[in-house]
């Protein structure tokens, strides 16, 4: 019997490290100064703290394109598009594979469904939200998919997303983590 790998050890957290994620996640332009004195600790504790986060590889600092902040929603650049994509038995790899090398396809996740996936896309118009459709329905092992575009934003937060990616998953499957 094969052993089942082992999940990465990741170092333990504790509420500071979830607040100085949190303060980041919020503006992460913030200062380690300013998070220091907001959570009455040294600059060098944040710094530190950080550091370790970073390494472990569960905090990344990146930029975030916020959409909703853009201009209307018939502004250039500003259409989202969601597409349930329902794969035939034995094609789920081989669709997100497909899914993954569009451009547009900004976001992939596997849904609570079997077979089923969801993709996020981010369009400069409305004649590509046909365009991308068109081009997932062409992809080998799709059994179903249907599309949703967003209307209008009510809430939105930039910084959400997946907590680990499907390579940062291979990665430490691959002992690279």
Known sequence: MTEAPSLPAFPATDTLDRQIAEALAEDARLSFRKIAADLGV???TVRGR???LQAAGLLKLVPIVDIARGRDATSAGQHMMFITI???S???DQV????????EVRALYDANAALRLIAVCVLPSLADAATITNRVLALDGIREA????VLQT???NAAIGPIATV???NAFADGEG
């Open 42 to 44: 040294t600059e060098g």
């Open 50 to 52: 950080v550091k370790r």
């Open 86 to 88: 329902k794969c035939a």
């Open 90 to 92: 034995g094609k789920l």
């Open 96 to 103: 997100r594979e497909g899914l993954l090398a569009l451009h």
């Open 146 to 149: 249907e599309t949703e575009l």
């Open 154 to 156: 009510v809430k939105y």
């Open 167 to 169: 390579e940062d998953l």
